[in-house]
């Protein structure tokens, strides 16, 4: 069966709308690798689950650096000109972990 999925969302109203999103689909990404290993383990296919292994430390990571920011962009709006300051940081650690 074949289903369609909605565009994703492209307009945000505002940052912390945007970090929440990307943190949610994060955690959706990590529960659906979950649930492949849950299948894996059960059909006692160790190989799958050592391959997916990697991919879940990996989620584990951008969870953590998203909310990392997600908690950034909360506090820092409360001051004017701080977001300022986050954007250039990300900025200069694009292509390199944050963590
Ligand atoms: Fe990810």
């Known amino acids: 069966m074949c289903t369609f999925q909605a565009a994703p ?3 945000w109203k505002t940052p912390v709308e945007v970090w929440t999103a990307l943190h949610q689909a994060e955690q959706f990404t990590t529960a659906a690798i979950s649930k492949i290993m849950d299948v ?6 160790h190989a799958t689950y050592s391959f997916l292994k990697e ?3 990996e ?3 951008s969870e953590d650096e998203i909310l990392s920011i997600l908690e950034k962009v909360k506090a820092y709006g409360a001051l004017p ?3 300022y300051h986050l954007d250039h ?8 972990p944050l963590i």
């Open 9 to 11: 969302k492209s307009d």
């Open 40 to 45: 894996a383990l059960d059909k006692k296919d």
């Open 55 to 57: 991919y879940i430390d």
């Open 59 to 61: 989620q584990v990571s």
């Open 81 to 83: 000109g701080l977001l």
């Open 89 to 96: 940081e990300l900025e200069k650690s694009a292509g390199k």
